[in-house]
């Protein structure tokens, strides 16, 4: 595996990975745009059919505004009746309306039948599975991947001797029940994971709970879980140990997460499960 991915090359294959996934919503937002704009053409059309026939000129004389009505193969008539001004300005709104729906419409249905249906990145999936295991793809799997990322080696937080440990699912060792819960519900979805994984913040080394490859995207993201909410001393380390994030670039809801408990509120599985559903896969 080592081979097949190059260790320098990881963030440009999450690069390309976070790319592709921003193409991918951007066709499906253009594909939502169009049907948007198809159904506000067809509703203004309906709408002109509501209207008097013909179109209205406006003409300045004399620092007055005079209105006119204009019928095809008919002279033209001074109106002064507000209401059909209103009608017949209403519809060349309309038709207005209509024409730059129509051209958006030509442009973004072009667009979907230039786009190719099959990426570069889609190439690899495509081969059969003879020709696959003979290939080294451009960006690597989603499987290919996270194995690269969870078997490159780190050294986590050491324990201090005699401190007490609890074992997860998958054997590793961490400091509380929370934590245990936390490890085995990402482990349960399917969450590639790290705990207490070294992260460089300036010129300090710290760790964090748990770092965790969001695969659809490929982004590191950074969990930590505040078991102590309450207690004066922790609660003063872990502002330091946020302003520590924020200054590194890492930002809350971007790429840094949090669980809280405290003596009388314990860990809420519910709200983990949402951040997991919503925010880690």
């Known amino acids: 595996m080592s081979q097949l991915i190059k260790k320098d090359e990881i963030g440009t294959q999450a690069i390309l990975k976070g790319d592709l996934a921003l193409i991918e919503s951007f066709i499906t937002q253009i594909k939502t745009r169009l049907e948007l704009i198809t159904r506000l053409s067809e509703k203004a059309f309906e709408k002109t059919n509501m209207y008097p026939a013909g179109r209205i000129k406006i003409k300045h004389r004399n620092y007055g505004t005079y209105y006119y009505h204009s019928v095809q193969d008919k002279a033209e008539k001074y109106i002064d009746n507000s209401q059909l001004i209103e009608d017949l300005i209403q519809k060349s709104y309309l038709e207005k309306v209509i ?5 958006e419409i030509e442009v973004l249905n072009a667009f979907l039948d230039k786009y ?5 990145e889609d190439v690899y999936d495509q081969l059969t599975d003879d020709r696959k295991k003979w290939v080294k793809p451009i960006i690597p799997t989603d499987e290919q991947f996270v194995a690269e990322w969870q078997n490159r080696p780190y050294t986590p937080k050491p324990f201090k001797k005699g401190t007490p440990y609890f074992e997860t699912l998958k054997g590793e060792r961490v400091r509380s029940k929370s934590e245990v819960i936390i490890a085995d519900r990402l482990f349960a979805n399917g969450i590639p994971y790290k705990y207490e994984c070294p ?8 760790y964090p709970d748990f770092t ?6 490929r982004k590191i993201l950074y969990l930590e879980h505040n078991g102590k909410v309450g207690d004066q001393e ?7 140990r946020i302003n520590k994030y924020s200054l590194a670039g890492i930002m809350q809801n971007d790429k840094l997460y949090f669980t809280f408990e405290s003596a009388n509120r314990p860990l809420d599985v519910r709200a983990l499960d949402k951040m997991i559903n919503e925010v880690f896969r």
């Open 116 to 120: 190719p249906k099959t990426t570069a």
């Open 99 to 103: 024409k730059s729906a129509q051209n």
């Open 212 to 217: 965790i490859l969001r695969v659809s995207d």
């Open 199 to 206: 992260l460089r913040v300036g010129d300090e080394v710290i």
């Open 234 to 240: 922790y609660g003063d380390d872990m502002v330091d």
